[in-house]
């Protein structure tokens, strides 16, 4: 099976900027799609970003486009979430995730993000 981590996650200002990672073991990230959601306290677990490793195909919340880019580094096995122009919104447990078809059925054991308002 393949195995997610998540890191990069911590405090930022409100404006800045933050780059989470998510190494995948196991299996290469070829023949998957990976994306990365968020849960926010009191609210319901969210899409944030995803990244079809076979085409290079990207789709992106409404919330997040044009500050948040995904992209993948296939020698390292790893997916990244580059996040700009931060808000206190962004704030929530991230998570990376993996899927071969419909069902994300993989996921990473979360990484705390922060945005001090």
């Known amino acids: 099976q393949v195995q997610l981590v998540e890191s990069g996650g911590g405090l930022a200002q409100t404006g800045g900027s933050l780059r989470l990672a998510c190494a995948a073991s196991?299996?290469?990230?070829?023949?998957?799609?990976t994306g990365w959601f968020r849960q926010a306290p009191g609210k319901e677990r969210e899409f944030v970003a995803a990244l079809a490793w076979m085409d290079g195909s990207t789709r992106y919340a409404d919330s997040v486009k044009g500050r948040f880019t995904i992209s993948g580094d296939s020698a390292k096995n790893t997916v990244y979430l580059q996040m700009n122009s931060l808000k206190s919104e962004d704030t929530a447990v991230y998570y990376c995730?993996?899927?071969?078809?419909?069902?994300?059925?993989?996921w990473g054991q979360g990484t705390q993000v922060t945005v001090s308002s």
């Open positions: 196991g299996r290469t990230y070829s023949r998957y799609v």
């Open positions: 995730a993996a899927k071969r078809s419909r069902e994300w059925d993989y």
